[in-house]
């Protein structure tokens, strides 16, 4: 169990440095869907690693982290849905 969440909470740690390069580089829109995807997921796998080994702190950061992305999605499909 120990090693499947390490691995999540590399993937996570990976789609969010990865988003992160990708909007540095002018790649990938700080403000799109995909962004803030790459955002809730990463975030999402490190709070459950986070929380698997009991760092509190980083669980509780990547849950207001995920958050966030939920709610720039929200805005995203209701921004897509009135035009």
Do not use: C, E, H
Not at 29 to 57: I, K
Not at 68 to 77: D, E, H, M, P, Q
Request: charged share 5%; proline share 2%; aromatic share 8%.
């Amino acid at each position: 169990m120990d090693l499947l969440f390490a691995a999540v909470g590399w993937i996570g740690a990976v789609l969010l440095l990865a988003g992160y390069v990708l909007v540095t580089q002018s790649r990938l829109p700080g403000d799109g869907a995909a962004y803030q995807l790459m955002n809730l997921g990463g975030s999402l796998g490190l709070m459950a690693s986070s929380a698997y080994s009991a760092a509190w702190p980083s669980a509780g950061l990547n849950l207001i982290w995920a958050g966030i992305g939920v709610l720039a999605l929200i805005k995203l499909a209701r921004v897509g849905a009135s035009t």
